[in-house]
């Protein structure tokens, strides 16, 4: 039974922080990633974490306020988002690759899992 379930979203006032987790069961990855949706926007590339090199990629806007990590012994991942922004709102999804692939970290279709998604909200 493969699933990931994320959690840690919420309300906070611009400059605050969050930490977002996502938690893996059953699912092999090659790369473990972030993704935002706005309301009215597309789904966009936040940040992913490669295996077993542990490469990170961040999408620039992040760079420098958004921490990716893992945890291998509890196969959870997680998205530090400090300094956030009214622009950052959106629901934030983890989604793993499973299978090889030539695409970039951030095409979206490339992803073949994903978690339901945990809302965050930043007032100005």
């Known amino acids: 039974d493969m699933r990931m379930a994320e959690s840690g979203g919420g309300s906070v006032q611009a400059g605050g922080s969050l930490r977002l987790s996502c938690a893996a069961s059953?699912?092999?990855?090659?790369?473990f990633a972030w993704f935002r949706q706005a309301p009215g926007k597309e789904r966009e590339a936040v940040a992913a974490?490669?295996?077993?090199?542990?490469?990170?990629n961040y999408a620039d806007s992040m760079k420098g306020r958004f921490t990716i990590s893992q945890d291998n012994a509890k196969n959870t991942l997680y998205l530090q988002m400090n300094s956030l922004k009214p622009e950052d709102t959106a629901v934030y999804y983890c989604?793993?690759?499973?299978?090889?692939?030539?695409?970039?970290?951030?095409?979206?279709?490339?992803?073949?899992?994903w978690g339901q998604g945990t809302q965050v909200t930043v007032s100005s």
């Open positions: 989604a793993a690759r499973t299978w090889q692939s030539a695409a970039i970290w951030s095409s979206v279709s490339s992803y073949n899992y």
């Open positions: 059953g699912i092999t990855y090659r790369i």
């Open positions: 974490i490669t295996t077993p090199t542990r490469t990170t």
